[in-house]
């Protein structure tokens, strides 16, 4: 391989790493001996220049995560760019210009933005072989954008990328190994409400006084006024799990928590985890959890949720109604806990559906989707067809970053977990949950 065959091949890291732990470095140059030829001529050399430069006190770079892995078996195989971004506009301009398939029910109410249904009525919507039948998704009140920011949204019509920050948790970062064309086929879409709106206007960003805000190559849609739900996590998962209802009009999209930095194109990443795949959603496994009830566990351990009693009747409901721990029966899924914290999107009715079917449960119960993921990816008919890929791919993809650390308080530190024990009774009655328990520790010491 000539000298400038092999700088190419690595130009997409090496200008966009400065700040990368060194061993995430290394699989990513690694990465690149996997790759078919890769040449970066014009006009599709990444870009070079810094999208955006933030002043000293935001400290956008703060807090990373290193990766504690010592070896990376798990390269992820791009194509061309200039192949990618063909493949991508051809799909976009053969789809139809509704990528939904599905029917909505839009009664208006004040009470409650997706319905609030009881537990019969969602499990009804779980099989959904009669097309014509409308489903329950959100929007039943007003989600509170401007005119023109709801015009830009519906004007996506490719590829979108979704973040948002509720309650100042976290900072806004540009992504980073763009290529040169991708602007012209993604919209970066960053959602903040008024809280996170002050943080900015301290650090003397957005300060003009008109509607539409740009910071890097995001925009930046201010939600204002009456939020759909007093929870700041809840009002984040709208456009998490929505965004096709957002964003109509789009083909693909990504949803990225804010926590997250974007560290590969993000054509990229549809053409190799979506179209390659063949699937409609592609999503990473958990680091650590292979059952829904460890996930369960270790929210009530690590308190991600304050309400016990409704997390335990959420598992109950669960298991009087299918769910089942992980077993090889499951294959080719080899576990039921997801990161949900990077999500990628074929706009359709598998991925519309689930994501719909997964907010209902959500608004039923509480924002932390890993617990009703793999109820929903395995009771719902037709099936979602989905690309759950290693761990070690989300590490070279995306650079995680700590929350926001608050005044008088700190992050609880998410190490290697244990175990954590689950009450098999409640009141003196035997919980529902116990055959699953049973089932799930004869597992664990097989």
Same mark, same amino acid.
């Given at each position: ?335 039921? *806990?997801?990161? @949900? ?7 359709? /009715?598998?991925? $519309?559906?689930? %994501? #719909?079917?997964?907010? +209902? ?50 992050? *609880?530190?998410? @190490? ?7 009450? /098999?009774?409640? $009141?003196?009655? %035997? #919980?529902?949950?116990? +055959? ?11």
């Amino acid at each position: 391989m000539k000298a400038s065959e092999s700088e190419s091949r690595l130009v997409l890291f090496r200008t966009t790493g400065d700040d990368l732990d060194p061993f995430i470095l290394s699989c990513m140059n690694r990465l690149y001996k996997f790759l078919p030829k890769f040449t970066w001529s014009s006009p599709f050399n990444p870009i070079q220049k810094s999208l955006f430069s933030y002043p000293s006190t935001y400290g956008e770079h703060k807090y990373a995560f290193p990766t504690l892995r010592s070896s990376c078996n798990s390269p992820i195989i791009f194509s061309d760019y200039s192949v990618v971004l063909k493949d991508v506009k051809e799909i976009c301009k053969n789809s139809s210009s509704s990528t939904s398939g599905l029917s909505y029910l839009s009664t208006k109410t004040e009470s409650s933005f997706a319905g609030n249904f009881s537990t019969k009525e969602r499990i009804s919507y779980l099989d959904h072989r009669n097309d014509q039948m409308e489903v329950p998704c959100g929007f039943m009140k007003e989600f509170p954008v401007s005119k023109s920011d709801r015009i830009a949204m519906e004007s996506c019509k490719e590829v979108v990328v979704v973040s948002a920050i509720f309650g100042n948790h976290d900072k806004i970062r540009q992504p980073r190994g763009l290529g040169s064309k991708t602007l012209e086929t993604v919209c970066f879409i960053m959602f903040i409400d008024d809280i996170t709106l002050k943080d900015l206007h301290s650090h003397n960003l957005l300060l003009n006084e008109g509607q539409e805000h740009k910071l890097g190559v995001w925009r930046i849609v201010r939600v204002s006024g009456e939020l759909p739900y007093e929870n700041s996590a809840m009002n984040g998962v709208i456009p998490k799990h929505l965004v096709h209802r957002l964003f109509p009009n789009s083909k693909f999209s990504i949803w990225l928590d804010a926590k997250l930095q974007l560290m590969v194109d993000p054509l990229l990443l549809i053409h190799s985890l979506i179209i390659s795949e063949n699937v409609d959603m592609a999503i990473s496994k958990h680091p650590y959890y292979i059952h829904t009830m460890e996930e369960a566990m270790a929210t009530v351990r690590w308190k991600k949720w304050g309400n016990l009693e409704s997390l335990k009747e959420q598992m109950e409901v669960y298991c009087q109604n299918g769910l089942k721990p992980w077993t090889t029966h499951k294959l080719p899924y080899t576990t039921d *806990v997801p990161d @949900s914290a990077l999500i990628l999107r074929r706009h359709g /009715v598998g991925s $519309n559906l689930f %994501s #719909c079917l997964l907010f +209902n449960e959500l608004e039923a119960f509480n924002p932390r989707d890993q617990l009703a993921f793999a109820f929903i990816r395995d009771n719902m008919n037709p099936k979602i067809k989905l690309n759950m890929f290693e761990v070690e791919v989300f590490e070279q993809i995306v650079l995680e970053y700590r929350h926001n650390l608050k005044h008088g308080g700190g992050s *609880v530190e998410l @190490s290697k977990k244990k175990r954590t024990k689950w009450d /098999v009774s409640i $009141n003196g009655n %035997s #919980c529902r949950c116990s +055959n699953y328990l049973q089932e799930m520790w004869q597992k664990c010491h097989d």
